[in-house]
């Protein structure tokens, strides 16, 4: 009875922890260092250390190690990181597990952050999110 119980805690556990990044995993920008001047468009390389990309609506057991990219564009703040993340021109979706983009960006003053998705867009818990950078587009 004690090792069914314990199986059965195991379990559910794991369940829970399924959609969580190990510890040290991380989403950055390659290249592109806080205080950049740049020129439109502008090429956006994304890393990803200790996790990996899948395209949005992976099944199966590759689903709960991975994820894809979403580039938060001047936000003031970040999306609800318990909800789907917004699709608009502020949330930009990475569903097919792209790791580079070239960007057309009005000139002047930027933010953009990473926050990596689930297969239904949700953030992982905990988030994985990068710095915020600030970038300038002459």
Known sequence: MK???????????????????????????IGLEDGAVVSSPVTLKFGIEKFGITPAGTKGKRRHTAGHHHLLVDLKQPPDLDQPIPRDAQHIHFDQGETEVQLELSPGRHTLQLLLGDEDHEPHDPPLISEKITITVE
């Open 3 to 29: 090792t069914t119980i314990a199986i059965i805690l195991f379990l559910i556990a794991s369940i829970g922890l399924a959609h969580t990044p190990p510890e040290g995993a991380r989403v950055f920008f």
